[in-house]
């Protein structure tokens, strides 16, 4: 008896994986149907991320190497420097260096036929700063309102807002600011190139971006940040 239990038991394992092979041939795996240039720009925008992560992480060891080496009383102008750093870094200051200003108007047809442009959907302001994105930028205003990673885009009661505040009807303005001129080049002629044009123009807006300057302005987020989970420590502790 106890044998034919473990027979029927090896059976069952057997069967068991002869229908999952089975059903893996009936139901291969999803093949990629990218083509080349797909999976090379996927590729790039990985090694983009990286290259960027990587960069964090030695800022953050620095950062850590240079507490080490001060003394007790150097320590809080170190701190202060941190938090001035970690200020400019969330978008609330004011910022300067070479850019690029963007505007966004309504087309010339939607102004012939008569067509009121009330606002831009925050899925194309969306998608216009994935598109951005793409490529290096340090710093992002859209219509007055200071973009960073803390920022959203969202509807609200029917209006676009950007941090919570409404983004006005087009015209507007948008200021991209760059680390390098060189960075700005390249802002430019990605933007020129790009099929986000087709986005605008469908949804009856022009997309008019500038030529590469040295110095835009920018200014700071100055919306107070709320802190979840930090909480200061007694004196002493």
Not at 89 to 97: F, Y
Not at 146 to 157: F, G
């Amino acid at each position: 008896m106890r044998r034919q239990l473990k027979f029927m038991i090896v059976l069952l394992i057997v069967g068991f994986m002869i229908a999952i092979q089975y059903n893996t041939i009936q139901k291969p795996e999803k093949r990629d149907t990218r083509d080349m240039w797909a999976i090379r720009n996927e590729l790039s925008n990985e090694k983009k991320l990286h290259s960027e992560l990587l960069k964090e992480i030695r800022g953050l060891d620095e950062t850590i190497r240079t507490y080490e080496s001060l003394s007790d009383e150097n320590t809080g102008q170190a701190l202060k420097e941190t938090v001035e750093k970690l200020h400019a870094q969330a978008g609330m200051t004011d910022t300067e260096g070479p850019g690029l200003v963007i505007e966004v108007e309504p087309s010339p047809e939607s102004i012939a036929l008569g067509i009121g442009i009330t606002s831009i959907s925050p899925d194309l302001l969306t998608r216009f700063v994935n598109e951005l994105n793409r490529v290096k930028w340090r710093a992002l205003e859209i219509d007055g309102k200071r973009y960073t990673s803390l920022s959203a885009i969202r509807d609200i009661n029917g209006f676009t807002t950007v941090n919570g505040l409404n983004v006005a009807s087009p015209p507007f303005t948008i200021k991209v600011i760059t680390d390098t001129s060189k960075d700005s080049e390249m802002v430019y002629n990605t933007l020129q190139a790009s099929a986000i044009h087709d986005d605008f123009y469908l949804d009856d807006l022009v997309l008019r971006v500038g030529e590469p300057v040295n110095s835009v302005k920018i200014r700071g987020w100055k919306e107070s940040v709320k802190n979840l989970y930090l909480n200061e420590l007694p004196k002493g502790e």
